[in-house]
T-cell receptor, first 111, second 117 residues
Framework: DAKTTQPNSMESNEEEPVHLPCNHS???????IHWYRQLPSQGPEYVIH???SNVNNRMASLAIAEDRKSSTLILHRATLRDAAVYYC????????????FGKGTKLSVKP | EAQVTQNPRYLITVTGKKLTVTCSQN?????MSWYRQDPGLGLRQIYY???????DKGDVPEGYKVSRKEKRNFPLILESPSPNQTSLYFC????????????????FGQGTRLTVV
């Protein structure tokens, strides 16, 4: 199984940065790391993905460790709308191509 | 607007009464899949389709059928629903599978909450 380990929950204050960690020690060299989030009562939403280098987009930044066994999703300024469950995922080869969701990290944002 | 549309959003049905949940995407994506989400079990893939007329089982396919006659549509069929299929269902599409050699953003529908009594 493509297993990742994330904290069950985290809290943040509004407008402060948030660092969401993920361990993926069994990742292989060509597996991409994906992050999705699921807001209450909605389907999962793509956040960011990367392979080796750190990545930035309009939603977040992704910092990937040099050994690729862990990564950190960074929300630079948390808003109330960022309260969601964040999933760190990697696809473990094959052509099935499914995203194997773990339990994710439930992020709460306090005003 | 790029989107995946599921219908219905909510459905209550009785055991054994055949039902279909529709899924349509407007992005010309080749890859489509169905997931179910249950408390404590997370999201699990039911079926997937690489392209038109190509479908295959995911991790929890028992009790479900799918078809892919057109690129944009990927209906989920429950021939004889049972209470253990009560769940929240999501359809997803992407340009290609998220395997190790290709990667692409997956778009998810809003979900269908199914209750089988």
């Amino acid at each position: 199984d493509a297993k990742t380990t994330q904290p069950n929950s985290m809290e943040s204050n509004e407008e402060e940065p948030v660092h969401l960690p993920c361990n993926h020690s069994t990742i292989s060299g060509t597996d991409y790391i994906h992050w999705y989030r699921q807001l209450p009562s909605q389907g999962p939403e793509y956040v960011i993905h990367g392979l080796t280098s750190n990545v930035n987009n309009r939603m977040a930044s992704l910092a990937i460790a040099e050994d690729r066994k862990s990564s950190t999703l960074i929300l630079h300024r948390a808003t109330l709308r960022d309260a969601a469950v964040y999933y760190c995922i990697f696809s473990h080869g094959g052509s099935q191509g499914n995203l194997i969701f773990g339990k994710g990290t439930k992020l709460s944002v306090k005003p | 607007e790029a989107q995946v549309t599921q219908n219905p959003r909510y459905l209550i049905t009785v055991t054994g009464k055949k039902l279909t949940v529709t899924c349509s995407q407007n992005m010309n994506h080749e890859y489509m899949s169905w997931y179910r989400q249950d408390p404590g079990l997370g999201l699990r893939q039911i079926y997937y389709s690489m392209n038109v007329e190509v479908t295959d089982k995911g991790d929890v396919p028992e009790g479900y059928k799918v078809s892919r006659k057109e690129k944009r549509n990927f209906p989920l069929i429950l021939e004889s629903p049972s209470p253990n299929q009560t769940s929240l269902y999501f359809c997803a599409s992407s340009l290609s599978p998220n395997n190790r050699y290709m990667n692409t953003e997956a778009f998810f529908g809003q979900g269908t909450r199914l209750t089988v009594v």
